[in-house]
């Protein structure tokens, strides 16, 4: 069984920064894709950005791109996301995922629990 916990969720202001560690529980650790999702309250969970297996590949959705990047450590087996401008839309429990599916989707087969990030006007 893969599991994933995240952590460094928190309150910021807005034009801040935080980074999201996700630990993965596996030695296949490289053979999955990751990914970040979140959901804000009474919005429908949407995806937010992924990296391959490999590293090699990156996608994101636009309203990130330019200021979250993605990136993976194999040795840790760990997935960061470091977010710089914060702004009080991005505000969701962040939820970390792997899966076989490129780019990743809701069907990934692999879920955190999810870190929640505020950020305040």
């Known amino acids: 069984q893969v599991q994933l916990v995240e952590s460094g969720g928190g309150t910021v202001q807005a034009g801040g920064s935080l980074r999201l560690s996700c630990a993965v529980s596996?030695?296949?650790?490289?053979?999955?894709?990751m990914g970040w999702f979140r959901q804000a309250p009474g919005k429908e969970r949407e995806f937010v950005i992924g990296i391959t297996w490999n590293g090699g590949g990156v996608y994101s959705t636009d309203s990130v791109k330019g200021r979250f990047t993605i990136s993976r450590d194999s040795a840790k087996n760990t997935v960061f996301l470091q977010m710089n401008s914060l702004k009080p839309e991005d505000t969701a429990v962040y939820y970390c995922a792997a899966g076989d599916r490129w780019p990743l989707d809701g069907s990934s087969r692999y879920w955190g629990q999810g870190t929640q990030v505020t950020v305040s006007s």
């Open positions: 596996t030695r296949t650790f490289g053979y999955y894709n």
